[in-house]
């Protein structure tokens, strides 16, 4: 069956008319049982790729996917849809029901973890009654060169090779060139069957700029920004803090979101975030993974995200009705060098890949030139010089040449034994007159007081710059050093 043969019953389930973007072709492979790989922008409808056929096909798509709250999430969706659907999680209370019911032949949809479908017992359901489909959403996570890197999905595989006969469908929004030639090697899907939506997502104004007072930068860009939104914090404490912050800010609704509130907290603050016109959740990067809400229109990282890909998948829960939305992120040389530090926590093989993916942010914060056309260059495609609609294009920033002042940042990074913060290396070079620069004999070098003027104020950033490219690394107690020579 065709896809187009499909478009009464995608209008009778679902309510279109007709296919987005290239869902007909995936849908298209997926009902004449071919493997396939789409990778396609947050938004552009993946779900329905597998939803449709499992209403069309005879027999259950099981759709392996990484996270609890985003399986019942898409649960709730499909359901509403009239879609015969459940899942086998560890929450779920109905687990031998369910497991009957597919065994009868009760279910459309069937979502599960990969944990849990790499075991014999799953195994041994699916031998009881073949699939229709097996749909591995956020398929990156089965790439060691993923932005999310997840073990039990290398183990899919013997799953998918038992049952040869069954289509297998990759569904991802963020994988880079190499991440998307070891999916279809990981899962068995010949190059043939990736499809290749493209990145662009041409509403969301980017923007980047250092992190100053994040609370206050935060607060004016949602005042510049009504309605609903997103803030990504780095770590639970952080979103509590800012949630309060904002709320007293900006007098608007703000809830936190993380993973230590409990199950039903989690789920009353989703909730009402999907529900509600104007709310704003501080949260953690796992908040926003398949909830159907198109009206965000604007989500801010008050830090440094995991990666271009994170960034590229998290700024795009904002405009997925097609309408304006913002994006903000504030970042610190400290983010950089946090990061650096947890380079030496992986395992070697991975060191090269994430010091990668770190220095590709690092040129995404760095850049005077178009941030969306270095976004889609990093994911292989081939856009225009200007996009128009970003920071450095609507507002492009003045640029000076800094080989000067770098040269006697450096020195005086080095005279000074390397191992004291930006603070004290700035009022070294401005000439300032302390008790600890006197005692540590720092007013003696011949870096002292040679910065004055206009250059002062760009000691600070370009510290910020030259910890992001590496030429200085900070040390254990926040001191600055050289770079290692070749780490980038």
């Known amino acids: 069956m065709s896809a187009d043969a499909l478009l009464p019953l995608l209008k009778s389930t679902f309510g279109f008319d007709a296919f987005r973007g290239r869902q007909g072709e995936v849908v298209g492979r997926v009902m004449a049982g071919d493997h ?87 195994r041994s359901l699916m ?18 060169w993923g932005h999310d890197f997840r073990p039990d999905y290398r183990l899919l595989r013997p799953l998918l090779d038992a049952f040869p006969a069954v289509p297998r469908l990759a569904l991802t929004a963020t994988a880079d060139k190499h991440t998307r030639e070891d999916i279809l090697v990981q899962l068995g899907i010949p190059a043939e069957g990736l499809i290749l939506a493209g990145f662009d997502r041409p509403n969301i104004r980017y923007r980047v700029t ?23 914090c780095p770590t639970r404490d952080g979103t509590e803090r800012m949630a309060e912050k904002l709320a007293a800010a900006t007098g608007r609704s703000v809830a936190a979101y993380h993973a230590g509130l409990d199950a039903e907290r989690r789920a009353r603050v989703q909730h009402d975030f999907v529900a509600s016109e104007d709310g704003i959740v501080t949260a953690t990067v796992a908040f926003g993974m398949g909830i159907d809400k198109p009206d965000v229109r604007f ?33 610190g040389a400290e983010d950089f060098a946090r990061a650096r530090m947890r380079l030496g926590e992986l395992p070697a093989a991975r060191v090269s890949g994430e010091r990668a ?112 490219r590496e030429a200085l690394e900070t040390t254990e107690h926040g001191g600055l050093m050289f770079g290692r020579p070749g780490a980038r």
Not at 73 to 80: E, F, H
Not at 210 to 232: C, E, H, M, T, W
Not at 387 to 407: F, K, V, Y
């Open 357 to 468: 993916r770190l220095n590709a942010l690092a040129a995404l914060v760095e850049t005077v030139a178009c941030r969306r056309a270095l976004l889609l260059r990093h994911f292989g495609e081939s856009p225009p010089e200007r996009c128009g609609n970003c920071d450095n294009c609507l507002e492009p920033p003045r640029q000076l040449d800094a080989t000067i002042l770098a040269q006697k940042l450096m020195s005086a990074v080095y005279r000074t034994g390397q191992s004291f913060g930006a603070g004290h290396i700035e009022a070294v070079l401005t000439g300032r007159n302390d008790d600890r620069i006197a005692s540590r004999g720092h007013d003696k070098l011949s870096v002292f007081g040679i910065v004055a003027g206009d250059e002062a104020r760009l000691i600070k950033p370009l510290v910020r710059t030259l910890v992001a």
């Open 210 to 232: 250092p992190r100053l007072s994040p609370a206050k930068q935060i607060a004016d860009f949602i005042a510049a920004n009504p309605g609903p939104g997103i803030v990504y």
């Open 36 to 122: 396939t790989l789409a990778v396609m922008p947050t938004g552009a409808g993946k779900s329905l790729t597998y939803q449709l056929p499992a209403v069309a096909l005879d027999g259950c798509v099981v759709v392996v996917s990484p996270l609890i709250a985003l399986m019942h999430d898409q649960l709730r969706g499909a359901r509403a849809a009239g879609i015969r659907a459940a899942s086998l999680t560890s929450v779920d209370a109905d687990f031998a029901d369910t497991r009957q019911a597919y065994r009868d032949g009760q279910l459309d949809l069937l979502y599960i973890a990969p944990e849990r479908a790499t075991g014999e017992g799953f």
């Open 299 to 331: 989500v801010a990282h008050a830090g440094l995200p995991k990666s271009i890909e994170s960034y590229y998948q998290e700024t795009g829960r904002a405009g997925r009705d097609g309408d304006p939305a913002e994006a903000l992120m504030l970042w």
């Open 127 to 144: 031998e009881a009654r073949t699939p229709a489909l097996f749909a591995i959403d956020e398929a990156h996570c089965v790439s060691e």
